[in-house]
């Protein structure tokens, strides 16, 4: 196949495909449907889209802020903890048991 010829070729498709078809439907704007009519949910969609973002938006805080809270308290525990091992061999800190 010669280059000439592929240009060629090429040259034709792409006059093919760059011709506007002969039977063009022409959209008449005056008569479309609102946008807001077109694109229209209807309300139960609409609140079950919302409900569900909000169900999972709160899931996925409270499972943050559960995390973050189990952190803190074992870092609490575990410091207080070493604390009174510490006062316990300084001999400040005597354990008193109480018997009734």
């Known amino acids: 196949m ?3 010829d592929q240009a060629s070729s090429l ?3 792409v006059n093919d495909i760059a ?9 008449d704007i005056m008569n479309l449907p609102p946008r ?5 949910r209807s ?3 609409q609140k079950k889209t919302i409900s569900q973002g909000k169900l999972h938006l709160w ?4 499972i943050v802020i559960s995390f973050l809270c189990m952190i803190f308290f074992i870092v609490y ?5 070493m604390n009174m091992d510490q006062e316990m ?3 400040t800190v005597r354990l008193i048991n109480i018997i009734k």
């Open 89 to 91: 061999k300084k001999g």
């Open 36 to 40: 807001s009519v077109k694109h229209l």
């Open 11 to 13: 040259r034709g498709k």
């Open 19 to 27: 011709e506007p078809p002969l039977q063009s439907h022409e959209v």
């Open 59 to 62: 899931i996925t805080r409270g």
């Open 77 to 81: 525990y575990l410091s207080s903890d």
């Open 43 to 45: 309300r139960a969609q």
């Open 2 to 4: 010669d280059l000439q």
